[in-house]
């Protein structure tokens, strides 16, 4: 049973540019939730996306934007990078109907790194 | 404004002794306290949780205690074991729909 996986693990880019993150959900779920990790600090929350809409948003502004599609997989696209978008992106499913338990499946991350 | 907050950026204990992280929260709309481990190179994992309505749960060697009054939540972990070194986040949730506001992180060493 796949976990979550999530493309590319590293990247490099400059400032102005524009970056698109993906995202598979682990089997069975169909909630993916989008985390920023800034070195030295806990992860936090983007935004979340429940049948292909956007369910909740956090502080981030509108240059953060995401997708997703009928098969429950996500994009996460960031435009006019800045310097301090430089973080690890961690992708999260969940998706079991019982009991709220508040366990997310994180994905390994992808490092963007802004010159 | 940090609504979970880990005032302890590490922490160092012996092998075999009790290591205790602790988490202080903001927000009293919170139903439900987590703890995630994390290693180098790897995405957070899921610990162990607790829901407003208790003051203790226990999963083998983890346990979490809770205190509403003092919007105070500490994970136990007993014995220490080297494979327990990692960073360690608090987190918190109102429970509706899978929002995990997290805390900084506690890096905890396990010495030999």
Request: proline share 5%; hydrophobic share 35%; with cysteine.
């Given at each position: 049973d796949a976990g979550v996986t999530q493309s590319p693990t590293h990247l490099i880019k400059t400032r102005g540019q524009q970056v698109t993150l993906r995202c598979s959900p682990k089997s069975g779920h169909d909630t993916v939730s989008w985390y920023q990790q800034a070195l030295?600090?806990?992860?936090?929350f983007i935004f979340q996306y429940y049948e292909e809409e956007e369910r909740?948003?956090?502080?981030?502004?509108?240059?953060?934007?995401?997708?997703?599609?009928?098969?429950?997989?996500?994009?996460?696209?960031?435009?006019?990078?800045?310097?301090?978008?430089?973080?690890?992106?961690?992708?999260?499913?969940?998706g079991d109907r019982g009991p709220f338990t508040g366990e997310l499946f994180f994905g390994e991350g992808s490092r963007l790194t802004v010159l | 404004d940090q609504q979970v907050k880990q005032n302890s950026p590490s922490l160092?204990?012996?092998?075999?002794?009790?290591?205790?992280l602790n988490c202080d929260y903001t927000n009293s709309m919170f139903?439900?306290?987590?703890?995630?481990?994390?290693y180098p190179a790897e995405g957070p994992t899921f610990l162990i949780s607790i829901s407003s309505i208790k003051d203790k749960n226990e999963d083998g060697r983890f346990t979490?205690?809770?205190?509403?009054?003092?919007?105070?939540?500490?994970?136990?972990?007993?014995?220490?074991?080297?494979?327990?070194?990692?960073?360690?986040?608090?987190?918190?949730?109102?429970?509706?729909?899978?929002?995990?506001?997290?805390?900084?992180?506690?890096?905890?060493?396990i010495l030999p």
């Open positions: 030295g600090q806990g992860p936090q909740q948003r956090g502080n981030f502004p509108d240059r953060f934007s995401g997708h997703q599609f009928p098969n429950y997989s996500s994009e996460l696209n960031v435009n006019a990078l800045l310097l301090g978008d430089s973080a690890l992106y961690l992708c999260a499913s969940s | 160092s204990v012996q092998e075999g002794r009790i290591s205790i139903d439900y306290f987590l703890w995630y481990k994390k979490v205690f809770l205190n509403k009054s003092a919007k105070h939540l500490s994970l136990h972990i007993v014995p220490s074991q080297p494979g327990d070194s990692a960073v360690y986040f608090c987190a918190a949730s109102d429970g509706r729909d899978d929002k995990i506001i997290f805390g900084k992180g506690t890096r905890l060493h």
